[in-house]
T-cell receptor, first 110, second 114 residues
């Protein structure tokens, strides 16, 4: 049973394309997040949703649009992909200060 | 706002030697503290966390950390490392409020030499 699952695990795409990454958690957590890990392993928060409501929106280009259809899902859509978007994207969920991370989606823009 | 500083980007140690990975944090409010481990090409796994109570926290794989409020530190230690401990280690902090984001340090790469 995967607690936080992301799909796809790997994504290779050309510049200018639009792509989506999906995330689902089966922990019953109220809060979900998207983090970006760059090539130097630095992890930075992008968005957070609590019960389908956006509560954190860091300085992220508006080409990135999160969507939460219900509290178990938080998807990330990226428009007009750029080379600099290449990174590993991690989904996470939390409840009562316990954070659980997905295994990551490695996005490569060529 | 909170911030986390991991003073060492890389720590090489010999197998069976002790190790300490340093972490300092900055915050104007009370915080929770975490250590995560990331093995090569894998996701993040929680090693241990400090929420309240005893300042010495024991985690998985023989790791422990000590919360020091006066020094605003949360250093991670293991008395004897194994080759399998080779990984990236991240210290992290979050505010003591629900639905708060977790802020990560820049990571420390622990490499174990036989």
């Amino acid at each position: 049973d995967t607690a936080v699952s992301q799909t796809p695990k790997y994504l290779v795409t050309q510049m200018g394309n639009d792509k989506s990454i999906k995330c689902e958690q089966n922990l019953g957590h109220d809060t979900m997040y998207w983090y970006k890990q760059d090539s130097k392993k630095f992890l930075k928060i992008m968005f957070s949703y609590n019960n389908k409501e956006l509560i954190i929106n860091e300085t992220v280009p508006n080409r990135f649009s999160p969507k939460s259809p219900d509290k178990a899902h938080l998807n990330l859509h990226i428009n007009s992909l750029e080379l600099g978007d290449s990174a590993v994207y991690f989904c996470a969920s939390s409840q009562n200060y316990g954070y659980t991370f997905g295994s990551g989606t490695r996005l490569t823009v060529v | 706002a909170q911030s986390v500083t991991q003073l060492d980007s890389q720590v090489p140690v010999f197998e069976e030697a002790p190790v300490e990975l340093r972490c300092n944090y900055s915050s104007s409010v009370s915080v929770y503290l975490f250590w995560y481990v990331q093995y090569p090409n894998q996701g993040l796994q929680l090693l241990l966390k400090y929420l309240s109570g005893s300042t010495l926290v024991k985690g998985i794989n023989g790791f422990e950390a000590e919360f020091n409020k006066s020094q605003t530190s949360f250093h991670l230690r293991k008395p004897s490392v194994h080759i399998s401990d080779t990984a990236e280690y991240f210290c992290a902090v979050s505010e003591r409020s629900s639905a708060s984001k977790i802020i990560f340090g820049s990571g420390t790469r622990l490499s174990i030499r036989p």
